[in-house]
């Protein structure tokens, strides 16, 4: 009779536990080690581009005032900033030449705004010819190029009060 040899039962396979925790150990040391705890702040070494001279920078802070005051019957006196003007298209061209035209959100068109300050007893024709002319301009093409678009009212005045 031949000897066979003895095979282990399927039931039970050894498990050795010393090699897995070694590994579990070393990857916890790699892990460790290769962890930043604290990210380096802020790099003082940046070169910031110099600043425009302080004629490059438009002055547009303050809004523009457009005064229109009713002068004798049906006439009006229109003065932008204190600027006395003889007209509307003379009003455009004083608003196109302090902020220029309106090509998008990042221009100064853009940012600016107009305050409109009105005699109570001026006709309102002469009212939306002024915003009229200060929201935009036609082109020798028939198109409109925008100008202004925030334009207010400023306060009101009552009858027959003086403007300042």
């Known amino acids: ?19 897995m925790i070694d590994v579990v150990f070393q990857l916890l040391i790699f892990f460790m080690l290769t962890l930043k705890i604290v990210a ?8 910031m581009p110099l600043a425009p001279s302080g004629s490059d920078i438009p002055e547009l802070d303050l809004p523009l005032t457009v005064r229109l005051s009713a002068v ?5 006196a229109i003065e932008l900033d204190g600027k006395a003007l003889g007209s509307f298209a003379e009003l455009r061209s004083a608003v196109i030449e302090k902020v220029g035209y ?31 002319h200060v929201r935009g301009a036609p082109t020798s093409e028939g198109k409109f190029v925008p100008l202004v678009e925030k334009i207010r ?11 300042g």
Do not use: C, W
């Open 72 to 76: 004798g019957g049906d006439k009006v």
């Open 153 to 163: 009212f400023g306060q009101q005045r009552a009858p027959g009060a003086a403007g």
């Open 40 to 47: 380096i702040e802020g790099d003082f070494n940046i070169k």
């Open 102 to 132: 309106n090509t998008g959100e990042d221009s100064p068109a853009a940012k600016q705004e107009v305050v409109l300050d009105v005699d109570y007893d001026l006709h309102y024709r002469y009212v939306i010819d002024a915003i009229t």
């Open 1 to 19: 009779m031949a000897h066979r040899p003895k095979r282990h039962s399927p039931d039970k396979i050894p498990l050795e536990m010393t090699p």
